[in-house]
T-cell receptor, first 110, second 115 residues
Framework: NAGVTQTPKFRVLKTGQSMTLLCAQD?????MYWYRQDPGMGLRLIHY???????AKGEVPDGYNVSRLKKQNFLLGLESAAPSQTSVYFC?????????FGEGSRLTVL | GNSVTQMEGPVTLSEEAFLTINCTYT??????LFWYVQYPGEGLQLLLK?????DKGSNKGFEATYRKETTSFHLEKGSVQVSDSAVYFC??????????????FGSGTRLLVRP
């Protein structure tokens, strides 16, 4: 059972470069989320989606864009990466009462 | 707004010691409360949850009781093992659990258990 899969798991970018993180879930969940995890700050919600074709802003959306063209995929894009976006990114999908997380993607912006 | 406050870590214990990790929350309405655990190199996993006041969530020897009068959801375990070493996150969901779409997380508490 794959669950929630994130790619890539590690990436190093230079300031100003762009990239896309892919999240795929095989559980047919409607809700999907992107969080970032920074030391001492827990997880902060970037964007989320309540179904195919929908997206919404979370707590810290600036500098990120998302798309949910297919129910099973939720993409997180950085158009012009900044050092402040160095973080570990987690994707999750949800059923009532429980979030299922991917293993994380560690992004470093130099 | 809603928020979750956890005790700062790291918490270092010897094997078989008693564990308490404090969690308090601020919320309007009647949130559901959760504990998630993150093992090294992995994503977060649900450890236990409680959906209403005085509920006790339990799993793998861990327990937490939803205390509305003290707005707390402290995590306890009677005898920790080395394999319990991880980061523990307290979280609350806004709104009714079956329709809520957002969790608010605390900053996490790292637990290190020594043999």
């Amino acid at each position: 059972n794959a669950g929630v899969t994130q790619t890539p798991k590690f990436r190093v970018l230079k300031t100003g470069q762009s990239m896309t993180l892919l999240c795929a879930q095989d559980m047919n969940h409607e809700y999907m989320y992107w969080y970032r995890q920074d030391p001492g700050m827990g997880l902060r919600l970037i964007h989320y989606s309540v179904g195919e074709g929908t997206t919404a802003k979370g707590e810290v959306p600036d500098g990120y864009n998302v798309s949910r063209l297919k129910k099973q995929n939720f993409l997180l894009g950085l158009e012009s990466a900044a050092p402040s976006q160095t973080s570990v990114y987690f994707c999750a999908s949800k059923i009532p009462g429980e979030l299922f997380f991917g293993e994380g993607s560690r992004l470093t912006v130099l | 707004g809603n928020s979750v406050t956890q005790m700062e870590g790291p918490v270092t214990l010897s094997e078989e010691a008693f564990l308490t990790i404090n969690c308090t929350y601020t919320a309007t309405g009647y949130p559901s409360l959760f504990w998630y655990v993150q093992y090294p190199g992995e994503g977060l996993q649900l450890l236990l949850k409680a959906t209403k006041a005085d509920d006790k969530g339990s799993n793998k020897g861990f327990e937490a009781t939803y205390r509305k009068e003290t707005t707390s959801f402290h995590l306890e375990k009677g005898s920790v093992q080395v394999s319990d070493s991880a980061v523990y996150f307290c979280a609350l969901s806004e709104g009714m659990m079956d329709s809520s779409y957002k969790l608010i997380f605390g900053s996490g508490t790292r637990l290190l258990v020594r043999p």
